[in-house]
């Protein structure tokens, strides 16, 4: 087995979990209304569970002997593999929805193939987040349903958000030679078929939205390879105050 | 000596802190208890990843094992199979139902999207004449709904399967 290659494709997805929990972790006491407050900061608290148990993975993986605090919180900026995608600014809340949909609409092919993964403790990461991915895309979809086929304002900022996120959504589908490996040795899905899973949601959901899709090719990537929006410095400052300010502490 | 069905009966003296009608045995968390080596290992399942309430239940069995004389006990985390709602003991269900909280019914659907939420009965008044408010209540495991007969806002515990 390929560790070094797994390591880096398990600590992605921990990244990914990570930063967007903490970014939707920020809305808890700003929802819209008191419902959603508590939905979104449920499923951040998801998303952080999932990130711990995909942690403690790489850790095993790396054999460094470190642990999913210290992955968390005491590394540096370009060490962090998550997408630009999570780790843009929660803007309104179509915005948020928006951002979330697309993600979930990644994650949710994505644990269907793991779940058949060869790697055991892969496996049995997707298979129980999987149930949980269900019920974040149900909400998102719902959502950016009833955000862009709703009022004229709500279908504005929908598409603002659909126009926005756009650009970031190609990151989804990085691949390097250390993917490509892993994909040849049938331990982790094809991204193709993530991707054509992932297409249909979107086009399935857009549609019923009234929402377009938009036809530019525009991309920004660079978060798979440590190179991060100007936002990334924000976020891990506010993410790492604690275990900065009093390292090792527990609670 | 304590053998592992003494340890079982204990786990029915530890609840669920969030719905401390429950034990961790009714909302089937605990898998196997073994002796390794010197150590008894309590095998729990978590219910959702992000779940707070699993790290104070940890504790707890640890907490109520060593009251009972035993400390030389530890916990392993079993993923997979993961955990469903299908293992809440019919027992649980009974005492969800008495705290006011509607258990969970079978969901057919297995779509993700554009399906209807699921038929839930009032816990208070039983009409099925119910609407969801929110997927997500006052913890991930349940949603927020109400009834239209006799007003009542109750909490629904997901299924998840
Ligand atoms: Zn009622």
Redesign the pocket.
């Known amino acids: 087995m390929n560790e070094a290659a797994l390591y880096e494709y398990v600590l992605r997805m921990s990244d990914d979990s990570l930063i967007l929990g903490q970014r939707l972790g920020e809305w808890c006491g700003h929802g819209p209304i008191l419902e959603e407050d508590i939905a979104m900061t449920n499923i951040a608290l998801d998303l952080v569970g999932q990130a711990i148990s995909l942690y403690d993975f790489a850790v095993l993986l790396e054999g460094k002997d470190r642990d999913h605090d210290q992955l968390a919180y005491l590394r540096y900026e370009n060490e962090y593999k998550n997408l630009l995608l999570v780790e843009q600014p929660n803007g309104d809340f179509a915005m948020t929805m928006l951002r979330q949909f697309f993600f979930d609409a990644f994650r949710l092919p994505l644990f269907e193939f793991l779940e058949k993964s060869p790697v055991e403790q892969l496996a049995a990461i997707a298979q129980k987040s999987l149930k949980e991915t269900r019920y974040h895309l149900k909400h998102s979809s719902e959502w950016v349903i009833r955000l862009g086929d709703g009022t004229e304002e709500s279908h504005r900022r929908a598409q603002a958000a659909v126009d926005h996120l756009w650009r970031y959504t190609h990151e989804l589908f990085y691949e390097n030679q250390h993917d490509v490996e892993l994909q040849e040795n049938g331990l982790v899905p094809k991204l193709s078929d993530v991707q054509a899973s992932w297409m249909i949601t979107v086009q399935e959901v857009l549609k019923e939205a009234t929402l377009a899709i938009p036809t530019n090719n525009w991309k920004f990537e660079g978060g798979r390879e440590g190179r991060h929006s100007e936002h990334m410095g924000y976020i891990l400052s506010e993410l790492q105050y604690m275990q900065r300010a009093y390292p090792n502490m527990e609670w | 000596m304590v053998d592992s069905s003494q340890i079982r009966n204990y786990l029915n003296e530890v609840s669920d802190p969030e719905i401390p009608v429950l034990s961790v045995l009714d909302l089937g968390v605990i898998q196997q208890i073994y002796l390794d080596s010197d150590q008894w290992v309590i095998e729990l399942t978590p219910t959702y990843s992000g779940c707070p309430a699993m790290q104070q239940i940890e504790s707890d069995i640890l907490l109520k094992l060593n009251e009972k004389g035993i400390n030389n006990a530890r916990i392993k985390h079993i993923l997979s199979p993961a955990w469903t709602t299908d293992w809440i003991s019919k027992e649980g269900r009974k005492k969800l139902l008495l705290y006011g909280i509607a258990p969970p019914v079978d969901e057919v659907d297995k779509k993700t999207l554009f399906a209807d939420g699921p038929r839930v009965s ?1 816990p ?2 039983t ?1 099925e004449n119910t609407r969801m408010v929110s997927l997500f209540g006052s913890t991930a495991c349940k949603a927020h709904y109400q ?1 239209r ?2 007003l ?1 806002p109750f909490d629904y515990f997901k299924c998840l399967k």
């Open positions: 009032c208070k008044c009409s009834c007969e006799c009542e």
